[in-house]
């Protein structure tokens, strides 16, 4: 079975913490009018399981993180065998590409950092054992230079 996993940023401290993604409502109203009148606040979380006792049932263990940079697994990992996810900023043949979801055809794909690339390769298994990750939008949100020069 592949791994279907979720990563995002805490709230309270930043830190990137992964498991699987959970979104809930503090509330729920029987009529229309009532959201109108009093929001419901939306809390997003990530899910990861942990270990009580010896010999005791894990708990579940939630990690309140922003929603806007929850980013989803893609079941590849890079040339290091490091994780590559959905906003990650990776680098293959000397070029940087962010990794996103491309809905229109299913798959996630590498989109040129460069605008004088013209193409987004699709990620898979025989382009992956050249590719590194290099760094992600939301920790590096405008400084490819500074990537290339760092790394």
Known sequence: M??????????DNGEWVEGYYFKMNETTYAFAEDYERYPVATHHYIVSERMSDWGLPNRPYFEEVDPETVCQYTGLTDK??????ENDIIRYNKKL?????????????AYPLDKEIRYAPCLNIGTMKSVEVVGNIFDNPDSPQAIITKN
């Open 97 to 109: 590409f962010r990794v996103a979801w491309e809905a229109d055809c299913t798959h996630f794909a």
């Open 80 to 85: 290091g065998s490091r994780k590559i996810w």
């Open 2 to 11: 592949r791994e279907i996993l979720f990563r995002g940023k805490r709230i």
